[in-house]
């Protein structure tokens, strides 16, 4: 390489550079060299940077009363319509990123930290979760607002309604029916929620005080805040009878109330041990749990070699519901629970083999 960069000949150098397979431009690159900055050149200091006293002028200005919430430009803007300049706009952004002070000098939004929502049910008609999801209709920017609320602990879809748009005072209405319908004592019920304009407007913040409900929200996109709602809306619409699109309101209201109806009294909850969500809202599993229990008896009677893990038992439904509480923090249910009774009577129940 360093005779190829002392020869003269440019014919000759590109010969070369083919020959060795280098770039010319490498070649030529190192017979002229840029002069490197020394250390005596990167300390000189410019003829037009400011002066100390300049500098100190500046920091002041920007630090003063009057400027010390405002920009740089704005700084500059309005010195200069004064009759003042110090320096150009770059320059205070140098000085203040000198002083590590390049940040926003204005007052800002402040961002809130929305806590993490922790519910539990025990029983029935103790926590209520709702949502609101739209439908298509058949016409392009056509939906209808569908409004479900369900039961924490059971999964039953106790109040629902199909309207044309969403507000607060609709959703009102349908708690408010909901409660009385399924005789909802005052100070017993949690209603969660997203962060909608229904659910956070003024008025049901009113009407669910009056009624002496608690309000509990999800944080702000966080879809596993309200888990139960979404698992519903999403096995709605993935149902393989799911119209997609509805000709109209009466039409989303008929199917709706044949699909819900087989949502809570025929479909078996993968949640709730294969439970219907009526099951468990009405107290009806201990009489299911039987009749299972003793199909199961029959089967192990007939073919034990079948159940490897030995007798089988029919699995129920949790004892308790809830939202964000993890499982080592799970309380032990009371000995005198449904959950423990069912259990020991289908134990004392089951014959022996």
């Not at 704005?74 to 000085?95: F, K, N």
């Not at 009113?206 to 608690?214: N, S, Y």
């Not at 309200?226 to 000709?247: D, I, M, R």
Request: proline content about 8%.
């Amino acid at each position: 390489m360093q005779s190829l960069c002392e020869a003269a000949p440019p014919a000759s150098v590109r010969r070369a550079c083919d020959a060795l397979g280098l770039s010319r431009a490498t070649v030529y690159r190192r017979r002229s060299p840029k002069p490197r900055r020394t250390a005596e050149r990167r300390a000189r200091t410019s003829p037009r940077a400011l002066s100390a006293d300049e500098r100190e002028r500046v920091v002041a200005t920007l630090h003063s009363e009057e400027f010390a919430d405002q920009p740089p430009r704005e700084v500059y803007a309005a010195l200069l319509s004064l009759g003042i300049y110090l320096a150009s706009v770059r320059t205070m952004y140098r000085i203040l990123k000198s002083l590590d002070q390049l940040c926003e000098r204005r007052r800002g939004h402040v961002r809130t930290r929305h806590a993490m929502p922790q519910l539990e049910a025990f029983a029935p008609n103790e926590v209520w979760t709702w949502d609101i999801t739209k439908v298509a209709g058949e016409a392009p920017g056509v939906y209808f607002c569908l409004h479900v609320v369900i039961d924490l602990f059971s999964r039953m879809i106790v109040g629902w309604m199909v309207a044309e748009t969403e507000n607060a005072a609709l959703a009102g209405h349908l708690l408010t029916a909901t409660m009385e319908q399924h005789e909802v004592p005052a100070g017993t019920l949690t209603v969660h929620s997203d962060r909608g304009a229904p659910m956070t407007a003024g008025s049901m913040t009113k009407l669910l005080a009056t009624l002496g409900v608690t309000q509990s929200f999800s944080r702000p996109k966080v879809s596993n805040d309200n888990p139960f709602v979404e698992s519903c809306f999403k096995t709605t619409k993935y149902q393989p009878e799911y119209p997609g699109k509805f000709g109209s309101i009466e039409h989303v209201r008929a199917w709706f109330q044949t699909f819900f109806d087989w949502y809570c009294f025929h479909h078996h909850h993968e949640g709730l041990a294969l439970f219907t969500p009526a099951d468990v809202h009405f107290g009806r599993v201990p009489e299911v749990a039987a009749t299972r229990q003793a199909a199961l008896d029959e089967a192990y009677a007939a073919h034990p070699e079948r159940f490897v893990h030995g007798p089988p038992r029919v699995p129920l439904p949790p004892a308790r519901a809830h939202i964000n509480l993890r499982r080592a923090d799970e309380p032990e249910p009371a000995s005198s629970s449904q959950h423990e009774i069912l259990a020991a009577d289908l134990r004392r129940a089951a014959p022996a083999h």
